[in-house]
């Protein structure tokens, strides 16, 4: 690739958009270089909450609570359509290992560490009063529960908006491109040979500086060197699976305890499923194949069927799953998967790789402001001059579709907008599924529709998505397959009672003629998709 860039950042997960939206915008010449899609890895298959932890202050780790919870405000503000308040519930049961007043102590503590100002302060319901909002709880031993308020997401969204800022402050970036050496010139780093995975089109980048933020990939990252590296990573495996809300309807996000080994986990409202999760066991292998196993899908229905006794949920219930490995630091003093501390963790190579790993997708800006931080003192420690550097402020700056949001976080003002744009081409579910997905951005889809009005046909019928969200994907969005179109611009592959198989020929179609795609490679994007879907299906035959 021609010129030389100040920073070559390896992965495009929630770490490395939020590094290469802060380096760009101080006006640092960054390209950002992916094996696969934008949020492809960990950062799409998370449980996709800004959350401030309250489990960790169980663990001691005030700080990280503290700095999650100033973050959730962030987040809140400068992307209100993707950071939505959400309560959640904790039932309280006569052999939990904390009593009410105990937990209601930790939830004025969790409350203070935001300045109080959480999207609502915490309240304690009574054992009628829980069973009111939440029927389906399990009943027994029940002695009342206290609500707060937390944050959902979505993960994959508010990774590639961050990507999408980066891109307007003058970020480059290139998805399905491998880095296959990272290269040296006198003994310091000076880029990476890559290849393009979906032409095989091999190049070399030049950059003064390479930041490792490939999560699970990073020890395998550092190995690109050609340097024995020792692995630095105790990755995990946490897995979720999606019900329908009929067979499982819930108010708020139920925090619950596994009644085999005490792990927290979540059973959590979204839209017309429930999902619920996690797992967090040691994780062996390729990120890339990594899936809910039989086993991971019984623990977790052994959970919900617990708390849940009247749902009495099989296998027959699921409609998908996701798996994603955690990122963690290894720390030979924890006990178990789940004490391994969430803190990130930063290096700087004697040659110059800075690598960071760990951490929490609530705290994401803030890591990207801190390793760019050590990238500028990499850069000036070799001689760069830097004077023109200029305040990122990726905490003031709205996300692309947060630009002119309503203040009062009006959702449904948003949605109105979208159907009156439409012309009346699309109804108000879908209307309300481009406000919530695009934000302010939902409105110049709409437009499109109007003109169009093919655009607004539904990819799988009887659900909100349409046909103008794939060309939205593929012009405006990176989205170079199916897979991209499918996982991470819609959510079919989690929400089709049939993860979208129906659309794959005609959403092929129109990808084809938009990106030229030879019928080999329009197979090829086919059957990519279909292995993802066989994938997070194999349990089933285990």
């Given at each position: 690739?021609?010129?030389?860039?100040?920073?070559?950042?390896?992965?495009?997960?929630?770490?490395?958009?939020?590094?290469?939206?802060?380096?760009?915008?101080?006006?640092?010449?960054?390209?950002?270089?992916?094996?696969?899609?934008?949020?492809?890895?960990?950062?799409?298959?998370?449980?996709?909450?800004?959350?401030?932890?309250l489990r960790y202050l169980e663990q001691g780790e005030v700080g990280l609570v503290f700095e999650a919870v100033a973050e959730r405000r962030v987040l809140q503000q400068i992307a209100p359509h993707l950071v939505n308040p959400i309560p959640f519930l904790l039932p309280v049961y006569k052999d939990s290992r904390r009593g009410m007043f105990t937990i209601n102590v930790g939830m004025w503590l969790y409350d203070g560490l935001s300045l109080f100002r959480s999207p609502k302060?915490?309240?304690?319901?009574?054992?009628k009063e829980v069973l009111k909002v939440e029927p389906a709880l399990r009943s027994d031993g029940l002695r009342g529960a206290p609500v707060y308020y937390d944050c959902a997401t979505n993960d994959a969204r508010l990774t590639l908006e961050t990507i999408l800022d980066a891109v307007k402050a003058g970020a480059v970036v290139r998805t399905h491109t491998r880095v296959t050496r990272i290269t040296r010139e006198q003994g310091a780093i000076a880029g990476a040979v890559v290849t393009d995975r979906l032409t095989g089109e091999e190049s070399t980048i030049r950059a003064r500086v390479v930041l490792n933020a490939t999560g699970p990939w990073s020890d395998r990252t550092c190995a690109l060197t050609g340097d024995e590296?020792?692995?630095r990573l105790r990755p995990t495996k946490g897995i979720h699976l999606v019900v329908d809300a009929e067979r499982l309807t819930v108010a708020h996000a139920i925090v619950g305890l596994h009644p085999s080994d005490g792990r927290v986990f979540f059973t959590i409202p979204w839209g017309e499923q429930t999902y619920i999760g996690t797992t967090d066991t040691d994780f062996e292998g390729d990120p890339s194949d990594v899936y809910a196993n039989a086993e991971d899908v019984a623990y977790v229905l052994k959970a919900t069927n617990e708390?849940?006794?009247?749902?009495?949920?099989?296998?027959?219930?699921?409609?998908?799953?996701?798996?994603?490995?955690?990122?963690?630091?290894?720390?030979?003093?924890?006990?178990?998967?789940?004490?391994?501390?969430?803190?990130?963790?930063?290096?700087?190579?004697?040659d110059g790789l800075v690598t960071i790993a760990g951490g929490k997708l609530t705290t994401y800006r803030r890591m990207g402001a801190e390793v760019v931080d050590r990238v500028v003192d990499v850069l000036r420690g070799t001689g760069h001059q830097l004077d023109a550097l200029r305040a990122a402020e990726t905490d003031l700056n709205p996300l692309p579709g947060a630009i002119g949001w309503p203040e009062g976080d009006d959702h449904t003002a948003v949605a109105n907008r979208v159907l009156e744009a439409a012309g009346g081409v699309i109804d108000a579910r879908t209307a309300a599924l481009l406000a919530e997905t695009y934000g302010m951005r939902g409105i110049d889809i709409a437009e499109i529709v109007a003109k169009d009005p093919d655009l607004a046909s539904p990819l799988v019928a009887g659900r909100p998505e349409i046909k103008a969200q794939v060309v939205w994907g593929v012009e405006k969005e990176l989205a170079c397959t199916i897979s991209d179109i499918m996982i991470r611009r819609t959510q079919?592959?989690?929400?089709?009672?049939?993860q979208g198989l129906g659309a794959v020929e005609m959403i092929a179609e129109m990808m084809a003629v938009r990106l030229d795609w030879s019928a080999t490679h329009k197979k090829r994007s086919m059957q990519d998709y279909r292995e993802e879907v066989e994938r997070s299906r194999r349990w089933r035959a285990e």
């Open positions: 690739m021609e010129g030389e860039f100040d920073l070559l950042v390896v992965g495009s997960g929630i770490t490395g958009a939020g590094a290469a939206r802060d380096a760009a915008r101080r006006g640092l010449r960054v390209i950002v270089v992916d094996q696969d899609d934008v949020a492809s890895g960990t950062s799409s298959r998370s449980s996709k909450l800004v959350h401030g932890g302060m915490h309240e304690s319901l009574s054992r590296t020792p692995n708390h849940f006794p009247e749902a009495n949920l099989t296998v027959d219930d699921v409609i998908s799953t996701w798996a994603g490995v955690r990122p963690l630091v290894s720390e030979e003093t924890a006990a178990n998967e789940s004490s391994v501390s969430r803190e990130h963790v930063i290096r700087v190579g004697a079919l592959y989690y929400r089709d009672a049939d």
